[in-house]
């Protein structure tokens, strides 16, 4: 009987297979992350155009290339406390799924902190009723360089439905 060399590259690979990259950012001095594949890009925040009616946490919208993308302030949308300082703030331009269609929206930040490889099956669900932030829009929490980590559902969070937005 003869023992096959092990392939270190292909442990290497399925080491991975279960992990996904996401890009975090700051809000309130806590991280939070998304998905990276739902990124379009990254922005300086600029002054939006108001638009009457809308929820407090929409901040207005954008015309980005053409395309006339809403601003989610995430802090007024979890309640959090509002930061002054709007010149220091960013914009995550995020490809969202919702109503059986893809758009653009915007969430505004604080800052953006780092991009992880997270381990899927070392992710743990958010305990029911511990956040500000409802338990859907929570993929769940991770630890990594020893900070807790909440990943997002972008898709949830910024639905039509959820956001009270018209889909057109």
């Known amino acids: 009987m003869s023992i096959a060399p092990v392939n270190s590259a292909a442990m290497a690979d399925n080491e991975h297979i279960n992990s996904r990259q996401y890009l975090s950012f700051i809000l309130a001095g806590e991280e939070y992350a998304a998905d990276i594949l739902k990124v379009q890009e990254i922005r300086d925040w600029t002054s939006s155009t108001f638009v009457p009616n809308s929820p407090g946490y929409i901040e207005g ?11 989610i302030n995430l802090r007024s ?14 914009v995550i331009v995020l490809s969202i799924e919702s109503a059986g269609r893809t758009r653009s929206m915007g969430l505004l930040v604080d800052a953006v902190a780092e991009t992880y490889d997270v381990d899927m099956d070392k992710v743990r669900s958010a305990p029911q009723g511990s ?33 009270g937005l018209t889909v057109v």
């Not at 979890?78 to 960013?90: E, G, P, Q, T």
């Not at 829009?137 to 959820?162: C, Q, R, Y």
């Open 77 to 90: 949308r979890f309640n959090l406390s509002s930061n002054a300082d709007m010149l220091k703030r960013i």
């Open 131 to 163: 956040s500000v932030i409802d338990d859907e829009f929570i993929t769940g929490l991770t630890t990594l360089d020893n900070k807790m980590i909440i990943l997002l559902d972008v898709d949830e969070l910024l639905s039509s439905a959820e956001l």
């Open 61 to 71: 919208i954008l015309n980005l290339r053409g395309n006339i993308i809403p601003i």
